[in-house]
């Protein structure tokens, strides 16, 4: 956020230019230290949507309702139902430094309130058109100011109801260098939806209700069950998975919602915690949260959570961040642990043990270790395998260096499976394991840009349509891809809110459930990824492979392996699979008779 107050300034005063010249040292106009410090703030229209919303908790609502047009840029107004504020200190709560939460220095380590720097509504009305009506409780009349890009209009006497009601129009109208730092409508949007969400299920006993123009986005109940919000914000189908966290030690306290290990992400957006019923971004807490995770995920996979942390007040310090989203512990390292090992209680609670598979290895578990001497651990995960051989990589050369040759594979005699995840063949030369899961990436992959390059997916009519349920945001990104989809052998059609009926999937997934391969698609767009343009389209087709490939310890049948295999050896890339990790590790025959003592004796 700071760079684009810089260049803000290297725009308003030709800076490059007259930097040689030096220019005498001035005190900055009182406008320009206030956008300085709006932009601490505000730093886009989900900003100001957290800041009124947290005003309006502050105020004891019980129902919050939010409008919103153009993703908040046009207007943003936040209605409430709290305690008001009186007409006569109006013009002082727009005043920076203004605040009714916090009188002396030493409160800031009792602070139960959101706000306490009173800097959010100055910071507002110095970047945008800002109107305030409001009424106080038990005050028979109420009032309304204006303030434009900074300037504090006159004040009138209004008769409303009790409460305050928050108009922002025009955010950035006077400071264009922001405004091209906004993201796309939907973009902004969507970090609006999510925020609100968030608030929602920290909140769940205020009514909360988000709409753009005529059209509701997210109502919440204000009724406490915060199931229901989850399936609003996750769809119905996460939300019944999502596992239940709580955990009580020495007055700390953590609620919330975490996934399965079965329910990923490509990145850690979706996890959030919220300390004191303030929303906060960090990572210690996220660390601490994937640690708990740590061995349970593929690497690269994030879980989803929503977190809410409870610290006695003294023991935590919310003053470290203008926009509050950072908080520092007094005793940092108690709360990580304490964070993590209450999630990893529940996760060993419902993680299903990994799937035994003794009875499928192909050497007996008596000479397994000795097999293992050259390096190979066939207990670990592909990457920790990977790994493993590269730090050995000068007593066994071989095995480095072929697994990451790319090119053709030679035609392979198929042994078997091991350890339900890897493939044994014999070559012309030597033995080939083959990672059973990278292997069927590979094989989807290629298939699919294959035909996607020949634009001929051919697609597979469903007996009958399958019905599945989105978050509010993939919801809109299904929705503005629609003709894109189908370009990808997609017929769906929207079906009530959220909800998409599947016609027909690309017939190379036709036998995966179409929720799954639906959800593939749109489950890991990134924030400002323009689904299936170009280069986008190999990204994407390698994310849904990796989700529908077969899993590392599934057991296929002898026919599943030798189809795998043949498949494999038609690619154009046999070697890695479309993330670059190796499908194969080939042990020649040579590398094998050194392991064996026979090549130095000679
Ligand atoms: P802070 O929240 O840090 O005090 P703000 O600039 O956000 O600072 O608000 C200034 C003051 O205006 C608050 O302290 C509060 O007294 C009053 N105020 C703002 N929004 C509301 C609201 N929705 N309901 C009642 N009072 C409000
Ligand atoms: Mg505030």
Redesign the pocket.
């Known amino acids: 956020m700071h760079f684009g107050i810089i260049r803000e300034f290297r725009e308003a005063s030709d800076f490059e230019n007259t930097y040689n010249r030096r220019m005498p040292i001035k005190i900055l106009p009182p406008e320009v230290v206030s956008q300085i410090a709006a932009g601490e703030v505000v730093e886009r229209p989900a900003s100001v949507v957290k800041?009124l919303m947290e005003?309006?908790i502050?105020?004891g609502a019980d129902s919050i309702t939010i409008r919103i047009e153009n993703a908040g840029r046009t207007l943003i107004r936040v209605s409430?139902d709290?305690?008001?504020?009186p007409v006569k200190e109006l013009s002082l709560?727009v005043e920076r430094h203004?605040?009714?939460?916090l009188v002396t220095a030493d409160e800031l380590f009792r602070i139960k309130t959101l706000?306490?720097?009173?800097?959010?509504?100055?910071s507002i009305g110095s970047v945008s058109r800002l109107t305030i009506t409001?009424c106080a409780r038990g005050s028979g009349m109420g009032g309304r100011i204006i303030m434009e890009g900074g300037v504090v209009g006159k004040m009138d006497s209004k008769g409303v109801p009790v409460g305050?009601d928050?108009q922002v129009e025009d955010l950035f109208f006077n400071t264009p260098a922001r405004l091209k730092f906004l993201k796309k409508e939907s973009s902004e949007r969507r970090i609006i939806d999510t925020l609100l969400m968030h608030y929602a299920l920290a909140y769940p006993n205020i009514h909360f209700r988000l709409s753009e123009g005529e059209k509701t986005i997210i109502e919440t109940a204000g009724d406490g069950d915060c199931k229901a919000i989850l399936a609003a914000f996750y769809g119905v189908d996460v939300a019944r998975e999502m596992l239940d966290v709580y955990n009580e030690e020495q007055g700390y306290k953590i609620t919330g919602y975490i996934s399965p290990v079965a329910i990923t992400r490509s990145n850690r957006k979706e996890i959030t915690f919220f300390i004191n019923g303030r929303w906060v971004q960090d990572t210690p807490l996220t660390q601490a949260l994937l640690r708990a995770y740590h061995t349970l995920l593929m690497v690269g996979r994030y879980p989803l959570a929503a977190l809410f942390l409870e610290v006695p007040p003294s023991e935590v310090d919310v003053n470290v961040h203008p926009a509050k989203a950072e908080v520092r512990f007094r005793d940092q390292d108690w709360v990580f642990g304490f964070v993590q090992r209450s999630i990893r209680r529940v996760l060993l609670a419902f993680t299903p043990l990994p799937q035994g598979s003794s009875n499928q290895l192909w050497i007996t578990s008596s000479n397994q270790t000795e097999l293992g001497t050259p390096g190979i651990i066939f207990q670990e995960t592909p990457e920790q395998k990977l790994h493993s051989l590269d730090m050995k990589g000068d007593q066994v050369p071989s095995v480095v260096n072929q697994a990451r040759v790319f090119g053709d594979v030679p035609i392979l005699r198929l042994i078997g499976q091991i350890g339900a995840r890897y493939l044994v063949a014999e070559g012309p030369d030597g033995l080939y394991l083959i990672d059973q899961h990278a292997a069927h990436e590979r094989v989807l992959f290629e298939k699919l840009m294959s035909q996607f390059m020949d634009k001929a997916i051919p697609s597979q009519v469903l007996l009958s349509p399958a019905t599945v349920t989105f978050s509010p945001a993939q919801s809109k990104t299904i929705e503005e891809q629609l003709p894109i989809l189908k370009g990808f052998g997609f017929e769906v059609d929207p079906f009530g809110p959220n909800s998409f009926q599947v016609r027909s999937v690309p017939q190379l997934f036709g036998r995966f459930d179409p929720s799954i391969s639906l959800h593939a698609l749109v489950d890991e767009f990134e924030e400002d990824e323009t689904p299936f343009e170009k280069e986008i389209e190999s990204k994407v087709a390698a994310r849904v492979c990796k989700r529908l490939a077969v899993k590392t310890g599934q057991t296929l049948s002898h026919d599943e392996q030798r189809s795998l295999l043949s498949d494999l050896e038609t690619c154009k890339s046999p070697r890695t699979c479309p993330h670059g990790r190796p499908t194969m590790i080939h042990l020649s025959v040579d590398m094998l008779d050194k392991q064996f003592g026979r090549k130095g004796a000679v």
């Open positions: 800041e005003n309006s502050d105020a409430d709290g305690v008001g504020i709560a203004a605040t009714s939460k706000g306490f720097r009173g800097e959010a509504l100055a409001t305050t928050i």
